[in-house]
């Protein structure tokens, strides 16, 4: 398995979304290897980041508009980090769109800040689904810090959007689909979301599968913060 370690970059692609639509700073195409960003910076509008395979980035700073983290991954973990919406002239900013496999973890923001800089009044959203049934929306938003100038603390589903798809699978669970828990403002108080195809998790089952590094990523990792 390729093990790919990145400390200490500024990644940037300067493609406008207007332009050139999708804008990856990285794309990490391996199923089963392994990627490792560490006081790294992502920096686009559509499609930031892009990956497959097992992903970890720690303390790291990733911006854009629209699907900016998305991809294939089977697990991919952004632990203290800082995600950041941005404009979207005039439209909503959407940060995820997953493509996992059945039975991944998928994308997991963990003690994270999210923020949004986008003014719209259409809003920014945790994630949007491809509508594709063969895959799965498989993201999870656990004790993350919510801030900005209207905090994001909706997914883009049916409620906000009729013609958008419905997320795969339709209902989520511990296991599997639009996930959260533990949502803070920049005060600390406690933000529900009440999404209909979202699922919060429970005391217990953060404590038993979400509550660190180790759960999520696995014990074959062998890692710990630099």
């Known amino acids: 398995k390729q093990t790919i370690r990145l400390?200490?970059?500024t990644l940037r692609n300067t493609g406008q979304?207007?332009?050139?639509g999708q804008a990856e700073t990285i794309y990490f195409n391996s199923d089963t290897g392994k990627l490792i960003a560490e006081n790294c910076s992502f920096k686009s509008q559509q499609d930031t980041i892009l990956t497959k395979g097992y992903n970890w980035?720690?303390?790291?700073y990733v911006e854009g508009n629209t699907d900016f983290i998305w991809g294939y991954a089977q697990t991919c973990l952004f632990e203290e980090c800082k995600i950041q919406a941005l404009e979207n002239n005039g439209n909503h900013s959407v940060i995820f769109q997953a493509r996992c496999p059945q039975n991944s973890i998928g994308y997991v923001l963990l003690n994270c800040e999210i923020h949004n800089a986008n003014t719209s009044l259409k809003g920014s959203y945790f994630a949007r689904s491809s509508g594709k049934a063969s895959v799965r929306d498989n993201i999870s938003v656990i004790n993350?810090?919510?801030t900005g100038n209207s905090i994001i603390s909706r997914w883009y589903n049916k409620d906000i959007n009729t013609n958008t798809p419905d997320p795969s699978p339709q209902?989520?669970?511990v296991s599997?689909?639009?996930k959260q828990y533990g949502l803070t403002d920049a005060l600390g108080n406690?933000?529900?979301?009440a999404d209909t195809n979202s699922y919060t998790l429970t005391e217990d089952e953060y404590l038993k599968h979400w509550s660190n590094r180790s759960l999520i990523l696995g014990s074959d990792w062998l890692i710990t913060k630099p």
């Open 7 to 9: 400390i200490n970059l």
């Open 144 to 146: 993350c810090q919510l």
């Open 171 to 173: 209902m989520a669970s």
């Open 57 to 60: 980035f720690y303390q790291c």
């Open 17 to 20: 979304k207007s332009a050139v």
């Open 190 to 193: 406690e933000i529900i979301v």
């Open 176 to 178: 599997s689909g639009w």
